[in-house]
């Protein structure tokens, strides 16, 4: 999202034409919004959510890319017990799109 979002602790309000169709481009797939589902409760491992989700790792990385680039997820690494393992976590636990243009 643009840096003209207001983002206030967990709140993620949008609402430049731009940034709510990019928002709403993140959340139109099914699997999307599964993945944010389950990372809104603890952060998740790539492997975590294929398993949970009964998708490839490979599949589950591309959905999580595309949530991380519309700024609803962060990933970090941790050391695992095979080296090191990526974890997703949901950024915000509420997101609002504002339909009427910010006043300055």
């Given at each position: ?79 695992g017990r095979k ?22």
């Amino acid at each position: 999202m643009s840096c003209e979002d207001k983002r206030t602790g967990e709140l993620l309000v949008v609402y430049e034409p731009e940034d709510i169709l990019k928002l709403a481009e993140a959340l139109s797939s099914l699997t999307r919004l599964n993945i944010l589902a389950l990372v809104s409760e603890e952060p998740r491992s790539i492997s975590e959510l294929g398993e949970a989700l009964l998708m490839t790792k490979g599949n589950v990385s591309s959905q999580v890319s595309a949530l991380e680039a519309a700024g609803l997820v962060e990933t970090f690494y941790l050391a695992g017990r095979k080296g090191v393992k990526k974890l997703v976590k949901a950024k915000y636990s509420t997101v609002m799109i504002k339909l009427q243009p910010q006043r300055k």
